[in-house]
């Protein structure tokens, strides 16, 4: 049976976690004597791994010792403090919950392993989440595909891996569905370009849709054929969103381009 499979970022999607990563890179940074940066330039920042975070964070030419000393600080605060200003956007939790009965869901984060999961079961708890991914060991980060083929090797258990019919239907004019009826929602400048992964199997499987706010969500879907939903809540511009197949304003609306792209009432 073909299965209809939701994948959603993590911070800047489903939840706002920028108030406690600020805080403990702030914290670590201050704990070497390093000068502290804006939340609005954490922002920018963030969604590429914590090392990439503290990294950026740091001056420029900092040595790989300071780097791994600095990382280190900040993952001890954050584990400790990672839910005291995060909560879920508006929503969102009532989103999971319309969708879980008939969608298979799954989260895939560039945050490491540990901090993903205890976010997911602090906040969504009761959402039954087919697979929870963040980074580890051996793991690529966003916007390598790889993430996609684990979630449907989750949801498949085994069966022959395929992507393909995610592409979204088009119209005579060349744009995709789901961009079509979406424009009302969130006129883009460019038409909907998801392709068919190559990824091996026959006839595909499960019909994949990507959320999240930022190019490297957008990527990740175009790396994995898959279409790409943005969402214009989160850290990120909506400038760096247009090359989304669909932009959603409120989970309102993303529930309705979810429900266009998977055919899924």
């Not at 990439?52 to 030419?61: D, K, Q």
């Not at 403090?81 to 969608?103: A, F, Q, T």
């Not at 906040?123 to 083929?149: M, Q, S, T, Y």
Request: with cysteine; proline share 7%; glycine share 10%.
């Amino acid at each position: 049976m073909e299965e209809v499979v939701v994948i959603f970022d993590l911070d800047g999607t489903l939840i706002d976690t920028i108030g406690d990563l600020s805080a403990a890179v702030e914290h670590a940074l201050s704990q070497g004597g390093f000068p502290g940066h804006t939340v609005e330039e954490y922002r920018r920042m963030v969604g590429h791994g914590i090392r990439n975070l503290v990294t950026s964070a740091l001056p420029e030419g900092t040595s790989e010792g300071t780097i791994d000393l600095t990382l280190g600080r900040f993952v001890k605060y954050y584990t400790s403090h990672i839910d005291v200003l995060s909560r879920p956007y508006p929503g969102i939790h009532e989103l999971l919950l319309e969708l879980s009965p008939g969608v298979k869901l799954a989260v895939a984060s560039n945050k490491f392993q540990e901090g993903t999961e205890a976010l997911i079961h602090r906040f969504f708890d009761d959402i039954p989440f087919v697979k929870i991914l963040g980074n580890a060991p051996g793991l690529p980060l966003k916007p390598d595909p790889e993430v996609i083929r684990l979630v449907l090797e989750a949801v498949s258990s085994g069966t022959p891996l395929a992507i393909g019919r995610t592409q979204p239907q088009r119209s005579e004019n060349g744009r995709g569905r789901g961009q079509v009826a979406c424009q009302e929602i969130a006129p883009l400048a460019h038409p909907a370009v998801a392709q068919n992964g190559d990824v091996p199997g026959g006839e595909p499987e499960h019909v994949v849709v990507m959320v999240g706010d930022s190019a490297t969500d957008i990527k990740t879907a175009r790396n994995a054929g898959i279409p790409a939903v943005a969402v214009s809540w989160g850290f990120r511009p909506r400038t760096d969103l247009e090359t989304a197949d669909a932009i959603a304003d409120t989970p309102e609306q993303l529930l309705e381009i979810i429900r266009i792209f998977t055919g899924k009432n």
